[in-house]
Nanobody, 127 residues
Framework: QLQLVESGGDLVQPGGSLRLSCAAS????????IGWFRQAPGKEREAISC????????DYADSVKTRFTISRNNAKNTVYLQMNNMKPEDTAVYYC????????????????????WGQGTQVTVSS
């Protein structure tokens, strides 16, 4: 059974950094594209980043481009989201999701392409 577990969420001050982890179990991450999504209270889920199965291709939403970096360590079956220069508007529950593809999907809405989801981790940016 595919399982994804996010961790690393926390309270951080504006301008600070956090690193989220998405650990997979029950399957080898090598064959899956992983996406990071977030959902703030009262808002729709937003796709923020994606990494191809090999790690050679990444994609970012404009709202996080230049501040967030997605990476993966297939040997550890884990994908990471490094978040720098964080802003209050980054406050949300962050989810990772997997799809059995090689390249990040482009058809909108992106989330429909992802079949397996984690339970989410809370990130709060506040002084």
């Amino acid at each position: 059974q595919l399982q994804l577990v996010e961790s690393g969420g926390d309270l951080v001050q504006p301008g600070g950094s956090l690193r989220l982890s998405c650990a997979a179990s029950g399957f080898a991450l090598d064959y899956y594209v992983i996406g990071w999504f977030r959902q703030a209270p009262g808002k729709e889920r937003e796709a923020i980043s994606c990494i191809s199965s090999s790690g050679g291709s990444t994609d970012y939403a404009d709202s996080v481009k230049t501040r967030f970096t997605i990476s993966r360590n297939n040997a550890k079956n884990t994908v990471y989201l490094q978040m720098n220069n964080m802003k209050p508007e980054d406050t949300a529950v962050y989810y990772c999701a997997a799809t059995n593809k090689q390249l990040c999907p482009t058809g909108r809405p992106i989330e429909v392409h992802f079949a397996s989801w984690g339970q989410g981790t809370q990130v709060t940016v506040s002084s």
